[in-house]
């Protein structure tokens, strides 16, 4: 933590230079409430989004987003290339640069048991005043630079899903629960890894003791693991964050791989060659993806 910039920060003049931009920016975004624009995104279609409130019998495949203005944005995305800045444990894939899901998977060849938790509405229970201790207690930044800080990053008290910042800080503001889970995890000789919301942990045997310690340390942080995502599973092969992984071999699922299929009848069948050329480009990138998991 001492090697981040913002580590004893204690000026408004010194966190404005910081972020590149001027005081009386930070004082105008301080006194402003109108910074978010809310949408709803599906769930499972990246492209579907709603700028109006879902019907109440489509609403449980929609969450709400909170898409910060421009020049919020900017400051978070500052913000976050900043805190990327300091060494993040070997457990942790994301959001660090340079890691990927890919990488979060293989890192439990090997295993014979695993138990799979999801942390329910992430964001949205990391909440401001996790953020505040984060900054005033683990950075120790002066109270007026925390409270900025916190402004910046955080809205109607909770972690926003749309800022830039929202990922690194929800790993950071919740900094005693990952060090409690490490020590549980070491302490039973198993290994374990973050990915954003989800907990892998794996070994050749798991105690529900060891689960149990862990899930205990989540309700206490204020957080609350989603029963319908945990799974546990002995001799069989794991799906962890869209990765198969069986004994000392990665592989995609077998709905990737059926996609696929389907991806190269239709180019086989395609008349127009713009959707020829649309096509290609989607079977090489899942090509790549598969070559990519197998690989490692």
């Given at each position: 933590?001492?090697?981040?910039?913002?580590?004893?920060?204690?000026?408004?003049?010194?966190?404005?230079?910081?972020?590149?931009?001027?005081?009386?920016?930070?004082?105008?975004?301080?006194?402003?409430?109108?910074?978010?624009?809310?949408?709803?995104?599906?769930?499972?279609?990246?492209?579907?989004?709603?700028?109006?409130?879902?019907?109440?019998?489509?609403?449980?495949?929609?969450?709400?987003?909170?898409?910060?203005?421009?020049?919020?944005?900017?400051?978070?995305?500052?913000?976050?290339?900043?805190?990327?800045?300091?060494?993040?444990?070997?457990?942790?894939?994301?959001?660090?640069?340079?890691?990927?899901?890919?990488?979060?998977?293989?890192?439990?060849?090997?295993?014979?048991?695993?138990?799979?938790?999801?942390?329910?509405?992430y964001f949205p229970s990391c909440t401001a005043n996790n953020v505040?201790?984060?900054?005033?207690?683990?950075?120790?930044?002066?109270?007026?630079?925390?409270?900025?800080?916190?402004?910046?990053?955080?809205?109607?008290?909770?972690?926003?899903?749309?800022?830039?910042?929202?990922?690194?800080?929800?790993?950071?503001?919740?900094?005693?629960?990952?060090?409690?889970?490490?020590?549980?995890?070491?302490?039973?000789?198993?290994?374990?890894?973050?990915?954003?919301?989800?907990?892998?942990?794996?070994?050749?045997?798991?105690?529900?003791?060891?689960?149990?310690?862990?899930?205990?340390?989540?309700?206490k942080h204020g957080l609350t693991i989603k029963a319908t995502k945990?799974?546990?599973?002995?001799?069989?092969?794991?799906?962890?964050?869209?990765?198969?992984?069986?004994?000392?071999?990665?592989?995609?699922?077998?709905?990737?791989?059926?996609?696929?299929?389907?991806?190269?009848?239709?180019?086989?069948?395609?008349?127009?060659?713009?959707?020829?050329?649309?096509?290609?480009?989607?079977i090489a990138g899942r090509v790549a993806q598969m070559r990519q998991?197998?690989?490692?």
């Amino acid at each position: 933590m001492r090697d981040s910039p913002f580590f004893r920060l204690r000026t408004r003049k010194k966190l404005a230079a910081l972020l590149r931009v001027s005081e009386a920016t930070l004082e105008n975004i301080q006194l402003r409430n109108d910074l978010y624009t809310r949408c709803w995104k599906h769930k499972s279609d990246k492209n579907r989004w709603l700028r109006q409130q879902p019907a109440p019998d489509i609403s449980a495949h929609y969450r709400p987003i909170d898409i910060p203005d421009g020049g919020l944005k900017a400051i978070q995305s500052r913000i976050a290339d900043l805190l990327s800045r300091i060494t993040p444990p070997d457990w942790l894939y994301s959001p660090v640069k340079g890691r990927s899901y890919v990488d979060n998977a293989a890192s439990h060849k090997g295993s014979k048991a695993f138990w799979l938790l999801d942390i329910a509405d992430y964001f949205p229970s990391c909440t401001a005043n996790n953020v505040a201790h984060f900054f005033r207690c683990k950075l120790e930044c002066s109270r007026d630079v925390t409270a900025i800080l916190v402004h910046l990053s955080t809205w109607q008290q909770c972690l926003p899903q749309g800022s830039p910042c929202s990922p690194i800080l929800s790993y950071f503001s919740n900094l005693d629960l990952w060090e409690t889970i490490e020590q549980s995890v070491a302490q039973a000789g198993l290994k374990h890894s973050v990915y954003a919301d989800d907990i892998t942990i794996s070994g050749q045997i798991i105690r529900k003791e060891v689960i149990w310690e862990i899930k205990r340390a989540v309700h206490k942080h204020g957080l609350t693991i989603k029963a319908t995502k945990e799974l546990s599973l002995i001799d069989k092969p794991a799906d962890i964050t869209g990765v198969i992984v069986h004994g000392d071999r990665t592989r995609l699922p077998n709905r990737q791989l059926k996609r696929l299929f389907e991806l190269r009848g239709q180019r086989h069948l395609a008349k127009s060659n713009v959707l020829k050329r649309l096509l290609d480009v989607q079977i090489a990138g899942r090509v790549a993806q598969m070559r990519q998991v197998q690989q490692l």
